[in-house]
């Protein structure tokens, strides 16, 4: 009595890499953008926490470039000088000071993140959001 050959054959394992090519073609990009969402996220968040670090040093010094003791605030003196905190810089923060009653938040893309289509996010005093880069809008950029 001859026994039935069991396993796969070349054509259902062939199928079956082809299955996993499509499925991995689809699922890649759609890993990457979150990936980008969620850096761009923590970007924006670290952006906010040094805005109400200005804030309320404009609450005792009644400016913000430097403190009720006279010292100046510079990159070194923000809670956040990069996204992600620890680890790999994604984003670099700094600050500019137009004048003592105005500042402008800048995160700006580096390493994993340089090709980002929002390219530098900005926040400034009044709250106004804003991107450099021409590949996405304000909203998304800031919405997503």
Not at 20 to 31: Q, R, S, T, V, W
Not at 81 to 100: C, H, L, M
Not at 111 to 138: E, F, I, K, P, Y
Request: hydrophobic share 35%; glycine share 12%; with cysteine.
């Amino acid at each position: 009595m001859q026994r039935k050959a069991r396993g796969f054959s070349l054509i259902e394992l062939m199928i079956a890499v082809a299955i996993i090519g499509i499925l991995a073609g689809i699922a890649y990009p759609n890993y990457r953008d979150y990936i980008v969402r969620a850096n761009r996220a923590e970007a924006r968040t670290m952006l906010l926490e040094n805005a109400q670090f200005l804030e309320r040093n404009f609450t005792t010094a009644n400016r913000y470039d430097q403190t009720s003791g006279g010292d100046d605030i510079d990159d070194e003196s923000l809670p956040h000088g990069q996204s992600p905190e620890n680890g790999t810089a994604k984003y670099t923060i700094t600050v500019n000071f137009p004048d003592s009653q105005r500042f402008t938040l800048s995160a700006a893309p580096t390493g994993s993140m340089a090709g980002d289509g929002c390219g530098t996010l900005t926040l400034t005093n009044t709250g106004a959001q804003g991107r450099s880069g021409a590949g996405h809008s304000v909203a998304d950029c800031w919405g997503r």
